[in-house]
């Protein structure tokens, strides 16, 4: 949808460990964000971007970091991984204006 | 703080049959916007239907319509003639403007998980 792709897909690591996600997308979409869903909670913010080199925090991001160096990428790091980061990942993307937000088809990490 | 609340974690509804899936949220905000989300299996999240806060009008699309309550800050989404392929949980989404960046956040509700019976 929206032309957004989420790499991995799919990732199993271990504690302690550093992982990126990756956030692409084809449709030249100003507003980029990446939520995560636990059970019981639905989708949190994590942290956004309105533009190349501006992001900000959102209401979950204590554990995580975040780059945009180019319209289409949006990065997500856990620099150092625990169990309680265990989740699934969406990235979205908005347009201009008041537009709903596209999401991609998530990424599911365990940390071990 | 904005709160989105969705009180009936799961639900089952017989095929062809019309089932409510309810929604409240907190704000004191005046300008927002409304949508209902579905997640099946696949772990997609697809748009259903979208309603601006300024449009006294309940939106529809197809078998999905709203009853949107503005005053008592309730948003409901009925889905006529349930299908098979409406098995999903179903997420309410709240929407403002945030800061001065020109960003729009969503709140999201904890779901309902719909099951729609042969």
């Known amino acids: 949808d929206a032309g957004i792709t989420q790499s991995p897909r799919h990732k199993v690591t271990e504690t302690g460990t550093p992982v990126t996600l990756r956030c692409h997308q084809t449709e030249n979409h100003r507003y980029m964000y990446w939520y995560r869903q636990d059970p019981g909670h639905g989708l949190r913010l994590i942290h956004y971007?309105?533009?190349?080199?501006?992001?900000d925090k959102g209401e979950v991001s204590d554990g995580y970091s975040v780059s945009r160096s180019k319209t289409e990428d949006f990065l997500l790091t856990l620099e150092s991984a625990t169990s309680s980061q265990t989740s699934v990942y969406f990235c979205a993307t908005q347009g201009v204006g008041n537009q709903p937000q596209h999401f991609g088809d998530g990424t599911r990490l365990s940390i071990l | 703080a904005q709160t989105v609340t969705q009180s009936q974690p799961e639900m089952s509804v017989q095929e062809a049959e019309t089932v409510t899936l309810s929604c409240t949220y907190d704000?004191?905000?005046?300008?927002?916007?409304l949508f209902w989300y579905k997640q099946p299996p696949s772990r997609q999240m697809i748009l259903v239907i979208r309603?601006?806060?300024?449009?006294?009008q309940n939106a529809t699309e197809n078998r999905f319509s709203v009853n949107f309550q503005k005053a008592a800050k309730s948003f409901s989404l009925k889905i006529s003639d349930s299908q098979l392929g409406d098995t999903a949980m179903y997420f309410c989404a709240f929407m403002k403007l945030a800061g001065t960046s020109g960003t729009y956040k969503y709140i999201f509700g904890t779901g309902t998980r719909l099951k729609v019976l042969a």
């Open positions: 971007s309105y533009g190349v080199k501006d992001t």
């Open positions: 704000t004191s905000e005046n300008n927002y916007y």
């Open positions: 309603q601006e806060a300024y449009k006294q």
